[in-house]
């Protein structure tokens, strides 16, 4: 039991603005955030106003005695999915609620977080990069071939970016070179290999970099009512896509210039579906590195995966927003009972399997056609992207009515 301490508005706030920062950071949409200060704020006797967006958190603590309430407003210049870091900021969180902690020693254990390694050293995210691409190349209907090559291309892109990301300004031309790589690899391969499936290999390639989460999320937050946040995210989404298509688009003018193109792909069979399952639970594992997914929970990644791979299956027959209404509604009561019977965050279960949901792929194509010219071709794929969106955002929602997780995260 921590020993008691005078927790004063200032004391308060501060805890809660390193608390929320600390989970903007790490991926936390800004409505659930929201919430869960509130709520925090309210265990401890006090009254909070908090608006969050993805680059910034304004947090207001008003005292019980109606004093002048302390505001602070802070700035978040980088975020990313860290699912080991939720689960280490949710463990702090409860140690405080339960009172096992007291809220100076829980801002102690927030500070040294910063300096935490990553999650996954760079071998294992190397190698979750190969599984999640290869991965996805079956999925897409690729073949073990197909998964190799994407592999390969998924580690090549991983090198790049992070080389990127370590030079000042890089980062922000993560998108437009992942593009370039993308297609340069998959260019070169089918010079090589004439029957592989540029396309496949394009698409199983930059599946990391495809905003289909961010989409999703926005979505998600317009329907909650968070319009400016979730706005902010789908002009993000808009921004990926478009620096993607730009890189790509490099590469096949630079391809129409030497004038070596290669030749057209024959129909790609899909393998059989005892290999499309393996190469599904790999790239579900390999997008729990991704993610930051703690070790020791590697298992909720597969089986997450599993279950969005048996939903789809059964559901090929239903257009494709209700097959995607099916799936998350399917993942996200089985996310919410994890949340029930384990007391941790639902998303460690949720998210590596909704990455495999997400319409990532049909924003690109979208996109893609439209530079193209094909404007039908991409009104279509832009229309079939919102509505998937839809449909996932619908499912969860359905899900968090029908059976709620108890936990906000």
């Not at 899900?399 to 997780?405: Q, T, V």
């Amino acid at each position: 039991m921590a020993a008691a301490e005078p927790l004063t508005s200032h004391l308060l706030l501060d805890y809660l603005v390193e608390l929320g920062v600390g989970l903007m950071s790490a991926g936390c949409p800004s409505y659930r955030l929201e919430e869960l200060l509130v709520v925090l704020a309210r265990h401890e006797g006090f009254e909070l106003d908090a608006f969050a967006v993805p680059t910034g958190l304004f947090v207001s603590v008003k005292t019980p005695q109606g004093e002048a309430p302390v505001i602070a407003m802070v700035r978040v210049r980088d975020w990313r999915t860290d699912l080991e870091t939720v689960a280490l900021l949710d463990e702090v969180m409860n140690a405080v609620v339960s009172r096992t902690l007291s809220v100076t020693e829980a801002r102690a254990k927030l500070r040294a977080m910063h300096s935490r390694p990553p999650s996954w050293p760079m071998s294992m995210q190397l190698l979750g990069a190969f599984g999640a691409s290869g991965g996805a190349a079956v999925s897409f209907g690729g073949a073990w071939s197909d998964f190799f090559l994407a592999g390969l291309g998924g580690v090549a892109l991983r090198v790049i970016t992070h080389l990127a990301r370590n030079r000042e300004g890089g980062s922000f031309l993560d998108n437009l070179v992942g593009g370039a790589v993308a297609a340069l690899v998959a260019w070169v391969s089918t010079l090589l290999w004439p029957s592989h499936s540029r396309e496949i290999l394009v698409l199983a390639i930059i599946i990391p970099l495809l905003p289909g989460m961010v989409v999703t999320t926005g979505l998600t937050e317009l329907t909650s009512r968070n319009l400016v946040s979730g706005t902010a995210r789908l002009m993000d989404a808009a921004v990926t896509l478009l620096s993607l298509v730009f890189g790509i688009a490099l590469v096949v003018g630079f391809e129409r210039w030497l004038g070596v193109k290669p030749t057209v792909a024959p129909v790609v069979t899909a393998l059989f579906w005892p290999w499309q399952v393996v190469a599904l639970l790999i790239a579900s594992a390999s997008f729990g590195v991704m993610l930051g997914m703690p070790r020791k929970l590697m298992g909720l990644a597969m089986l997450s995966g599993f279950i969005v791979w048996a939903t789809t299956t059964l559901s090929l027959r239903l257009p494709p927003a209700g097959a995607s209404f099916i799936g998350a509604l399917t993942l996200g009561l089985a996310s919410n009972f994890y949340a029930r019977t384990s007391k941790r965050p639902a998303q460690l279960f949720l998210l590596p399997g909704l990455l495999l949901l997400v319409p990532g792929a049909f924003g690109f194509r979208s996109l893609d056609a439209l530079l193209r010219g094909d404007y039908a071709s991409g009104a279509g794929q832009a229309v079939d992207m919102v509505l998937i969106a839809g449909g996932l955002v619908m499912g969860l929602l359905v899900a968090n009515i029908a059976l709620p997780p108890r936990k906000i995260l």
